[in-house]
């Protein structure tokens, strides 16, 4: 399918996945959705209600390190806090990208109740899940984590295999301790098997209109994705610019973003306040 077909097709997938929260005649009449990266949306059925884009702070996120990262404690705080200040409510943080006292610290200046805090783990088993579960919250200093996500899944069986430490996070939830839970994935596999898991209530998924970095081509992780939305999950995108690679064709990135009628919400790493801002300007000019 060529993209501009493919384009005109996701458009009109739109309308029925907002005919839920939309005003039908507004939506029908203009024939034009607008969007902002303050949108207020719902990530599934997990009563969580956060900002359309989230403050990625994990570009090229390895070994307790990242872009953001590199910007320092302040400099880091002082971007989120930014990006508070215009409205985006969701900060998206890892063990991996060694940014949770970056978040911390703009959780400081912040109301806690009004930020949706995503991290991930690359526990395995349930003893050092339940460590890693203790030890995020004391480095975020929060009492809670709204979304904790099982990082980088890549077998096709882990829904079984990696079971215990599931439970782990399930019990972590029982007590208050984490709000919603669920994984991002690394092969189609292990995304075919997220999307049917009663288990995952929000799948961190990469997606983008070139196939780059993602677990297979744009239609098949779409289809994916949409039995996975079917189901109530929520859903979340990520390498929505191809880690760099669509750097040059943002606005073509966040068109195909937003044309596909699937993601509640998806992260973007800025590395600066002017890329913030240019990254908040672009949603906002979208229309689909």
């Known amino acids: 399918m060529r993209r501009r077909d493919f384009l005109k097709t ?14 039908l005649g507004k939506l029908f009449a203009t024939g034009v959705e607008r969007f902002s990266a303050a949108d207020l949306v719902a990530i599934g059925k997990t009563g969580i209600h956060t900002s359309r884009l989230a403050c990625g702070t994990g570009t090229v996120g390895v070994n307790h390190s990242s872009h953001q990262s590199a910007l320092g404690i302040q400099g880091l705080s002082d971007l ?18 060694g940014t949770h006292r970056h978040v911390a610290a703009a959780l400081k200046r912040v109301a806690r109740e009004k930020v949706t805090v995503m991290t991930k783990s690359w526990a395995r088993e349930p003893k050092q899940m339940r460590a890693d579960i203790d030890r995020f919250r004391q480095e975020l200093d929060t009492d809670y984590i709204d979304l904790l996500m099982m990082h980088c899944m890549q077998e ?7 079971r215990p430490a599931m439970d782990a996070i399930s019990e972590a939830q029982e007590k208050g301790l984490i709000r919603a839970h669920g994984c991002s994935c690394h092969t189609i596999e292990a995304l ?3 999307a049917q898991s009663p288990w995952v209530q929000v799948l961190l998924s ?4 070139i196939g780059s970095h993602m677990d297979a081509s744009p239609d098949t992780v779409r289809a994916t994705l ?7 999950k929520g859903i979340i995108g990520m390498k929505i610019l191809g880690e760099g690679d669509l750097r040059n064709r943002q606005d073509e990135a966040l068109q195909f973003a937003l044309s596909l009628g699937i993601l509640d ?16 300007r672009r949603i906002a000019a979208v229309k689909v």
């Not at 989120?80 to 990208?97: E, H």
């Not at 800025?270 to 890329?275: I, L, P, T």
């Open 192 to 194: 075919r098997a997220a």
């Open 226 to 232: 949409a039995e996975a939305r079917s189901s109530g």
């Open 10 to 23: 996701t458009a009109l997938g739109v309308g029925a996945a907002y005919a839920g929260t939309q005003p």
């Open 206 to 209: 990469r997606i983008n209109p």
């Open 80 to 97: 989120l806090w930014r990006g508070y200040d215009q409205g985006l409510r969701f900060f998206d943080t890892a063990d991996s990208y």
């Open 265 to 280: 919400a998806f992260t973007i790493g800025a590395e600066n306040a002017k890329e913030q801002a240019d990254l908040i």
């Open 156 to 162: 096709g069986d882990w829904t079984e295999r990696f």
